[in-house]
């Protein structure tokens, strides 16, 4: 019987190092919180956050008077504090893609939708794709998709990777997101190899989760992600953005993702280009610290 050849995914995957272990992982979090979170917890820093915020709303009450009205925050936002940097994007279904579109007056706000059967991914990639392409022909100027977890870990990384592949040019130009959903996948080795087959496969940004999952976006996985998009930076001069979502309930919670970029990826992932944070409760506690008066703005 032949030697069976390596395919071009386990080539890839191949060329990265997966050797850590999650107590290896858990220890230097601990160390960064310790020894670096404290002088990161500064008004400027809260500033910088406010405008890496995507504004979500994900709800199975949502509707087009809610997203419309939601969106009009996000408008009058600007006008109340000029001299704050407004949120990164407003975060919505496919099918609130042309309200928000027709809504929102902000220049620089991004419109992105979570596509292709969130957030469990369990759809035909034909359904899939069409999700995609409508939230894109209605006005959506990012897409955040789900890996297929499932196929990821029964070993299908071929079928894992020609889905991303397929949805990202469905997305064209548009910055396409693929949620890794962290929590379902246990380990930081599988956490790396989600991460570098994503990126492989055509992510523009790995994000932690759907928020719809517990645990969600925690500092051990972030270590690994951004481990992950500095080793495939550094392998391919490709840079990826890193989106933590879901279980981001505090402050202190915010600058501990934002320390962990800083301290693994560096100043170059400090702009809200390359940084995001998924969120609907957030964006008020941080308002709250930055103008120093409790506010529920949002």
Same mark, same amino acid.
């Not at 199975?60 to 940097?85: C, G, H, I, K, W």
């Given at each position: 019987?032949?030697? !069976?050849? %390596? ?11 997966? *050797? ?6 858990? +220890?230097?979090? &601990? ?32 509707? +087009? ?7 009009? &925050?996000?408008?009058?936002? *600007?006008? !109340? ?24 007056? =902000? ?6 939708? =979570?596509? $292709? ?20 022909? *209605? ?17 299908? @990384? ?24 962290? $929590? ?17 496969? #055509?992510?523009? @940004? ?22 992950? %998009?500095?080793? @495939? ?5 490709? !840079? ?5 979502? #879901? $279980? ?14 800083? +301290?693994?990826? $560096? ?8 940084? &995001?944070?998924?969120?609907? &409760? ?17």
């Amino acid at each position: 019987m032949k030697e !069976q050849e %390596i395919n071009k995914i386990e080539q890839a995957l191949n060329l990265y190092n997966y *050797d850590t272990t999650d107590e290896a992982v858990r +220890e230097a979090v &601990r160390k960064i919180i310790t020894e670096k979170v404290p002088e990161n917890d500064t008004p400027e820093v809260k500033k910088f956050l406010m405008g890496s915020v995507e504004l979500t709303t994900l709800k199975t009450t949502d509707s +087009e008077e809610s997203v419309m009205a939601f969106t009009e &925050r996000v408008n009058a936002f *600007d006008e !109340q504090y000029p001299e704050l940097p407004h949120v990164a994007t407003i975060c919505v279904y496919p099918c609130f893609a042309k309200t928000v579109s027709e809504t929102l007056e =902000v220049d620089g706000v991004e419109i992105a939708c =979570v596509s $292709g059967s969130f957030p469990s991914s369990q759809a035909l990639l034909e359904v899939k794709v069409a999700e995609t392409a409508l939230a894109v022909k *209605d006005g959506a100027t990012e897409i955040d998709i789900v890996m297929s977890v499932g196929k990821f870990l029964s070993g299908d @990384y071929e079928t894992v990777a020609e889905e991303i592949s397929e949805l990202k040019a469905v997305c064209g130009n548009k910055k396409m997101k693929v949620i890794l959903e962290t $929590g379902c996948l246990k380990t930081a080795q599988n956490i790396k190899k989600a991460s570098i087959l994503s990126m492989y496969a #055509g992510a523009d @940004y790995i994000k932690t989760s759907t928020g719809k999952l517990e645990p969600a976006a925690t500092p051990e996985a972030a270590y690994v992600m951004c481990q992950a %998009i500095k080793e @495939y930076y550094e392998k391919t001069g490709i !840079q990826i953005g890193f989106k933590p979502a #879901g $279980g981001l309930n505090t402050v202190m919670d915010a600058v501990t993702m934002y320390t962990i970029v800083k +301290e693994v990826l $560096g100043e170059k992932w400090l702009t809200n280009q390359w940084f &995001r944070m998924g969120t609907s &409760r957030l964006a008020n506690l941080l308002l709250s610290e930055v103008t120093g008066v409790e506010t529920k703005f949002f």
